[in-house]
């Protein structure tokens, strides 16, 4: 299939990696972080890690806008959900995401009508097709997803429809690479920067993390690929010494963003002062929230929210996973008490979530699979 | 500042706000790598503890823990497994139902019959290639077939809803005559229940069917062996794809029509090539081959290897699920088998299989492996490896 096949060329992957152990120094261990979920579910999904020297490990960072949702907003949605005829629409992956009192299948099964969506402009056609009802969508997602929630806002408003409202959600992913940066516990050697959400802000908001913190940083697109030649651009930049924003997603990406996604987002959406992340606490102005001028279209304004703050289960590590100082694995519950069929933490129920990849895709041992996948290819 | 003024500033620049917002307080950095703890032995070990006690977690009996059933229950993965097993099984426990086989063989004196039962709650009833009514006939004949039987006698079952209109059920009945008619099996009994208007969703239809088992194969997945081969009997996921593509709701188009077909034939002449040496077979329904390599894995404690690239996909099949982020070894089909073979029969069998129009397609996918036990691994195109494990959710609800 054209522009996928090219990209997942098994050939051009192995002459990849002989380029990036090539460029490993004898006893150095290299730790670059994938910032965004998308890349976490393609190394997993390919089976990268596969071509990657012993010295090079990934680390899966905060970058999946389902992990992040903390508990507290999942009731919140809930309890608007519970509103006399009210609709609530969702995106597919926040389904099983669970809160302090279920998740969203079990809040469906008790009887609210919740309903899947693929887009936030189905959301609108519900509420078009259901004029006596209050439709709410439950809008998540990083600067990606952000624009097409704004521009749902702004259609809704020409369209004078009065029965459609969003559970605005949406998060920034470069004040979290800020946080994890600032914090102590990891100790990374380059990013590879998100490709998704670097097509709207582009790469300029990532200068920082090379010319403040000292930290190479790679936008990557989403192919397998795409991700090996990153590492090999991180590892580059540490053999010969420099230390830049770079962007390998170059057919996507352009350097300044895309503007009109950007003031669509701005028009309707502004800064909130402060938002809770899952396992990572309060990040200042890290999140968006709709403008006093469309408050008609905020369900946080038009319904009283509980906004009941809830604590993660003891057990759970999703912090420590979404900040990458543990590996998915590593977490206490991981594949006994926490699985994707039972989820406790966010992480093991999105497909982008760390633990959810790890345990559908990688949950084995490589170098025992390695000897059966020898002899498969021998037979 | 006017409010507008402040509208103004934000909309330029609300992505390099945050960035100077974020990183005001720039502190010292320690620039240098930490030496790391030999990462290598120590870190697989303690990975493969980790993994040995998921695996026993994974063996523990069965539960259903929720309280209310949801969709995950009906969507063929593990979530429908532990109901069959903690509910149901548990409940009716015997040993013709014990190995949770497509069909149940009993005798009667010297006679074995196979015996199925099936409901099919498709939505739209109608899509591209077929309807509810001949995909109820063909996945019952389907289910008797990969047992090993010859599908004689069927039911059927209709639950319809108040004010579903009689042309659409003339329409389904007719092809339901159509499909068993073609495959020489009959209708022998039935059933019909009218709900009120909201209580069901236009028509429903359960077949149930019974086959004659001739011959003395001793087909079940738990009988494979490392070594086996896998084979599929032609492209897969063209049946979900076409039925999630009729309901419209995704504004994507291909030119794919269901693949429900009676796969009897198909299955008699493999058998009657390569019988003996045939270890089980399965029609690849809901959940998709993937969900039957895990079957074979878990019943017969061995690992399943598949090689991504002889999976055969249409593009179109492919390029739908790409765009969904689907993987199409879960999606349903409705004519296609999974065969596991000896594999000194292995060639006998795809050419006995290619011998058939619906079998055209027919290729080994991979092979039965000792270690790790219970696992599904897949070589993947891009030439790394990982695992295919049961669904927990379907993406496609309501397929068939």
Request: with cysteine; charged share 20%; glycine share 10%.
């Amino acid at each position: 299939m054209r522009f996928v096949d090219e990209y997942r060329d098994a050939e051009k992957a192995r002459a990849l990696a002989a380029k990036i152990a090539a460029l490993c120094e004898p006893g150095r261990h290299y730790k670059f972080m994938e910032v965004c979920g998308g890349h976490t579910h393609t190394i997993y999904k390919h089976g990268l890690e596969d071509y990657l020297p012993e010295s090079v490990s990934l680390v899966h960072g905060p970058g999946c806008p389902v992990c992040v949702i903390p508990m507290g907003r999942v009731d919140d949605a809930i309890a608007l959900a519970e509103q006399p005829d009210v609709i609530m629409t969702s995106f597919g992956d926040m389904m099983r995401v669970p809160g302090g009192r279920g998740s969203f299948f079990d809040s469906s099964a008790a009887g609210t009508d919740i309903r899947m969506v693929y887009s936030p402009l189905d959301a609108l056609k519900v509420a078009r097709q259901n004029p006596d009802k209050h439709v709410i969508f439950m809008a998540i997602g990083m600067e990606t997803t952000a624009p097409s929630t704004a521009m749902t806002v702004l259609r809704a408003a020409a369209e004078g429809i009065e029965n459609f409202s969003i559970f605005c959600n949406h998060v920034m992913i470069v004040p979290a690479i800020k946080a994890i940066l600032d914090s102590p516990d990891l100790r990374l050697d380059g990013f590879i920067g998100p490709g998704h959400v670097s097509t709207v802000i582009g790469c300029r908001p990532y200068e920082f993390i090379a010319s403040e913190y000292g930290k190479p940083i790679v936008t990557a697109g989403f192919e397998p690929l795409d991700i090996l030649q990153s590492v090999y651009m991180l590892l580059q930049q540490l053999a010969e010494g420099r230390c830049e924003v770079e962007n390998q997603y170059s057919r996507v990406v352009p350097w300044q963003g895309n503007t009109v996604a950007l003031r669509a987002v701005g028009e309707v959406m502004e800064l909130r002062p402060f938002f809770e992340w899952r396992g990572l606490g309060f990040i200042s102005h890290s999140a968006l929230q709709v403008r006093e001028r469309y408050a008609a279209f905020d369900a946080e304004r038009r319904f009283a929210i509980p906004g009941v703050r809830v604590a993660d289960p003891k057990a759970c590590q999703c912090g420590e996973v979404l900040k990458g100082v543990l590996k998915p694995w590593e977490c206490k519950v991981f594949g006994t008490a926490c699985t994707p069929e039972m989820p406790i933490g966010t992480c093991m129920v999105s497909s982008e979530g760390a633990c959810a990849a790890y345990y559908n895709f990688g949950r084995f041992s490589r170098q025992r699979v390695r000897e059966v996948t020898i002899e498969a290819s021998r037979a | 500042m006017t409010h507008q003024d402040t509208t103004q500033q934000s909309r330029a620049g609300w992505a390099e706000a945050v960035v100077e917002h974020t990183s005001g307080h720039a502190e010292e950095h320690d620039a240098g790598h930490p030496a790391h703890a030999a990462a290598g032995t120590e870190h697989t070990g303690r990975e493969q503890l980790v993994l040995e006690r998921i695996e026993r977690a994974r063996r523990a009996r069965p539960r259903v823990r929720e309280k209310l059933i949801t969709l995950a229950h009906g969507a063929g993965g593990k979530a429908t497994q532990s109901l069959i097993e903690a509910i149901f099984l548990d409940a009716f426990r015997n040993p013709l139902l014990e190995p949770l086989e497509d069909a149940a063989t009993v005798t009667a004196g010297d006679v074995r019959l196979a015996f199925t039962t099936d409901s099919y709650v498709v939505s739209p009833l109608f899509f591209p290639g077929g309807n509810i009514g001949d995909l109820a006939v063909n996945g019952t004949i389907n289910d008797l077939a990969v047992s090993g039987a010859r599908p004689a006698h069927l039911s059927a079952g209709f639950i319809l809803e108040e004010g579903f209109p009689v042309e659409d059920l003339q329409r389904i009945v007719a092809s339901m005559a159509a499909a068993a008619a073609a495959a020489g099996v009959s209708i022998v009994t039935g059933d019909t229940k009218v709900v009120q208007r909201g209580k069901a969703d236009g028509c429903y239809i359960n077949t149930a069917g019974v086959g004659l088992i001739t011959g003395d194969a001793n087909l079940g997945v738990a009988t494979a062996r490392p070594g086996d081969t896998v084979i599929v009997s032609g492209p897969v996921g063209e049946h979900g794809i076409t039925v999630m593509l009729a309901r419209g709701e995704l504004d994507l188009d291909a030119d794919l029509v269901s693949d429900t077909a009676p796969v009897h034939d198909l299955v008699r002449g493999l058998l009657d090539a390569v019988g003996p040496d045939v270890r089980a077979m399965r029609d690849a329904t809901r959940g998709g081959v993937a969900t039957i390599l895990n079957e074979v894995a878990t019943a017969a404690g061995v690992a399943v290897v598949v090689d991504e690239e002889a999976v055969p996909v249409r593009p179109e099949v492919r390029g739908a699920c790409e765009l969904l982020g689907i993987d199409p070894l879960y999606v349903a089909c409705e004519g296609r088998i999974v065969a596991i073979v000896d594999p000194g029969a292995a060639d006998a069998a795809v050419a006995a299989l290619r011998a058939h129009p619906l079998g055209a397609g027919a290729t080994a996918v991979g092979h039965v492996a000792e270690d790790p036990p219970g696992l599904v691994l897949l070589k993947t195109g891009f030439g790394g490896t990982r695992i295919i494990d049961l669904l927990v959710g379907d993406p496609l609800p309501r397929i068939c």
